[in-house]
Nanobody, 123 residues
Framework: QVQLVESGGGLVQAGGSLRLSCAAS????????MGWFRQAPGKERVFVAT????????NYSDSVKGRFTISRDNAKNTMYLQMNSLKPEDTAVYYC????????????????WGQGTQVTVSS
């Protein structure tokens, strides 16, 4: 099993920045791709970004492309999401996920989830 713990959420004004972290523990050697999803109130959980095991390949949803940056430090078993130019519509609970699959197949193969961290962007 793999345990994921997110941190770094909070309240920020529009235009501000936050950095989320996702620390992995347990059988981390079984993880390949990692990534982030978010779920706004009353809406479905949607894909935000994913990163390959090496960190050399990334993919973003159109809604965050150019504003968010995903990265990972395998030595620390930690993944990050740097969020800049935040908008009120970015308000959601952000979940990290890990897959035992390549990053191109991340969305449909998330095997482990974190508990989520709240991000609230005020206008």
């Amino acid at each position: 099993q793999v345990q994921l713990v997110e941190s770094g959420g909070g309240l920020v004004q529009a235009g501000g920045s936050l950095r989320l972290s996702c620390a992995a523990s347990g059988r981390t050697f079984s993880i390949y791709a990692m990534g982030w999803f978010r779920q706004a109130p009353g809406k479905e959980r949607v894909f935000v970004a994913t990163i390959s095991w090496s960190g050399s390949a990334t993919n973003y949803s159109d809604s965050v492309k150019g504003r968010f940056t995903i990265s990972r430090d395998n030595a620390k078993n930690t993944m990050y999401l740097q969020m800049n130019s935040l908008k009120p519509e970015d308000t959601a609970v952000y979940y990290c996920g890990a897959a035992q699959a390549p990053y191109r197949k991340f969305v449909g193969n998330v095997a482990f989830w974190g508990q989520g961290t709240q991000v609230t962007v005020s206008s």
